[in-house]
């Protein structure tokens, strides 16, 4: 078991949290992470991109001008390739690029993810975060006084007012346990995670 110092909103230590080291000391693999940030990437193309063949563009059939006598390259469609306007050869064509790894992998990447953040020290453990408004500035202040620029937090459960209050940050974003990727966590300097939140990580990636 590792200990951790947990904290309030005024950045005081408040209590002491228990993380399991089979979760919080995983080796690290970058492999894996690699292949699941990877897959996370190729899973968020449109895949929509495409373009015309020969017999897809918009030309007559007819041949363009006589096979002999006219000193130029022999033509038997403006729809070659070859032409102005004509189709594409091998262009690309709406596919789907998404792929999933097995979440055998998937769940030991984020257990090497969330190790580096402890290691780190870029680990943040919260006691509570409630806003009763929606409210930015709120939210941007108790950030400020936590002392992080960029960072992602864990919530335990829906909390609309959190969620929205943190949406016109950039540099920050609000997660639930059940939303908890590699990808986030290795483009935000900090991990923030409420108390509570640490059971529901735990039971989903034991």
Known sequence: ??????????????????????????????????EVVTAQLHSRRAGTASTKTRAEVAFSNR????????GRARAGTKRSPLWRKGGVIFGPKPRDYSWRPPSRIRREALR?????KLRE??????????????????FAQAMKTLGLTKAVVVAPAPDRALELSSRNLPNFKVLR???LNCYDLLKHDRLVILRESLPGIEARLR
Do not use: C
């Open 1 to 34: 078991m590792t200990i951790v110092d947990v904290v309030n909103l005024n950045n005081e230590k408040v209590g002491q949290a228990e993380l399991p080291d089979e979760i919080w000391n995983a080796p690290l693999r970058p492999h894996l992470v690699h």
């Open 112 to 116: 090497v993810v969330l190790s580096a």
């Open 121 to 138: 020290s870029e680990l943040v453990v919260l006691d509570a975060f409630s806003l009763d408004q929606i409210k930015t500035k709120a």
């Open 177 to 179: 346990v059940e939303g």
């Open 63 to 70: 041949k363009p001008y006589s096979q002999k006598k006219t």
